[in-house]
């Protein structure tokens, strides 16, 4: 009935093809025809006619078949559709893609990808294997991350995970950060992505850069820059445990200016910050050692941890110290040497001696600054 109706509506269309045929003989394969039915839906329709000839060759008439062929057309436009739609998407995203099959070789891949790569990007096209790739990337030098003289090993390394799931990071010699993921589908495929994090590895680096200075801030004295009393109480703790653990020696510093309240009173705060500094400065210059430390304890107090010295060798530094502030002429109208001075109280445990807390050799320390003021 719908062949019928389609037919009739393309009548004269047929009428002058059927009589074209039957004068040349030419068939007509393939037509394309459609209708609506009685529901108003349309109908596609695929067409052939040919002519029919008698024995001796003459025209006789013509046959034909007609195929409804609705459901299959719909299909194909859908099919066309997401096909356009995919190599849209595949052509707009913002990451590189590419694909491998089952045996290395490249069957796919997106201007993305070779924008990524332009040095190595006229490889980037199906029918090669990726180790090739991999190889003249390697001759471009354009991994930092790829350690010098271990080609073939980073190669291995690099390119096997490629039949597994595989996530990585890399950084290009123009600065720019790549995170590579390799997927493979169940039929041996693999799907390799390439994203830009640059801004994302930039602003994590910015962020854990402030994070140490931020660290450093809040184990810093803001006026000398020497670390402040809590980075003091961490650091003496981790001596102390480290030369009771290893019976080796320790030893303490206190060292606090003279008269520096009359300092204060005499000269004002601001030149009482700078002769703190002067002294801070003088401080660092007697921190040799990775282990040693000099630190405001607070106020005009400042300490000096020296981990491996004994009493002797500190007494020796603490004269040092005391020497170098006298020999700087820092006037001092309120003390009684007319100088800068500065006392210093020694405390310290050889071999890291049983039975005396950190505390307590601090405050074995504060005595004998306490004994120096007095003399």
């Not at 070789?105 to 490889?123: A, K, Y």
């Not at 006037?331 to 210093?344: K, N, R």
Request: glycine share 8%.
């Amino acid at each position: 009935a719908n062949c019928g109706r389609q037919v009739a509506d393309q009548a004269p269309q047929c009428m002058s093809e059927g009589q074209a045929m039957m004068r040349t003989g030419q068939p007509v394969p393939d037509r394309q025809e459609s209708s609506s039915d009685s529901d108003g839906v349309q109908r596609r329709f695929d067409a052939s006619y040919s002519a029919v000839y008698s024995a001796d060759g003459r025209i006789l008439g013509m046959a034909g078949v007609t195929r409804e062929v609705t459901e299959r057309r719909k299909i194909q436009a859908e099919l066309e559709q997401s096909r356009n739609m995919l190599a849209y998407a595949l052509s707009e995203m913002s990451d590189g893609l590419c694909m491998f099959d089952a045996h290395g070789i490249m069957v796919f891949c997106n201007d993305q990808m070779r924008s990524c790569f332009p040095e190595t990007g006229d490889l980037l096209v199906p029918g090669v294997h990726y180790r090739v790739i991999f190889r003249a990337f390697i001759k471009a030098g354009k991994e930092v991350t790829n350690p010098k003289g271990r080609d073939e090993h980073w190669l291995n390394e690099t390119t096997d995970p490629l039949v597994t799931h595989n996530t990585r990071d890399i950084r290009l010699s123009n600065g720019r950060w790549l995170k590579v993921r390799a997927r493979t589908t169940g039929e041996g495929m693999t799907v390799v992505t390439v994203s830009d994090i640059t801004e994302i590895r930039n602003a994590q680096d910015a962020l854990m850069q402030m994070t140490r200075q931020l660290k450093e801030l809040a184990a810093t004295d803001w006026l000398t820059g020497l670390p402040n009393r809590r980075e003091f109480d961490k650091a003496f703790g981790n001596a102390w445990r480290h030369a009771r653990r290893n019976g080796t020696p320790l030893s303490l510093l206190v060292i606090d200016v003279d008269r520096f309240k009359r300092y204060n009173d005499l000269y004002g705060h601001l030149a009482g910050d700078t002769c703190l500094r002067t002294v801070a400065s003088s401080l660092r210059q007697l921190v040799r050692r990775p282990g040693d430390l000099a630190a405001r304890f607070g106020g005009e107090e400042f300490v000096l941890i020296l981990p491996g010295t004994g009493e002797q060798a500190a007494l020796k530094i603490a004269e040092k110290l005391r020497r170098s502030l006298t020999e700087l002429e820092m006037p001092h109208e309120g003390s009684e040497w007319s100088l800068v001075t500065a006392s210093i109280g020694l405390a310290g445990m050889e071999k890291g001696e049983p039975g005396e807390t950190a505390e307590e050799l601090i405050r074995r320390a504060d005595e004998a600054l306490y004994q120096a003021k007095k003399r």
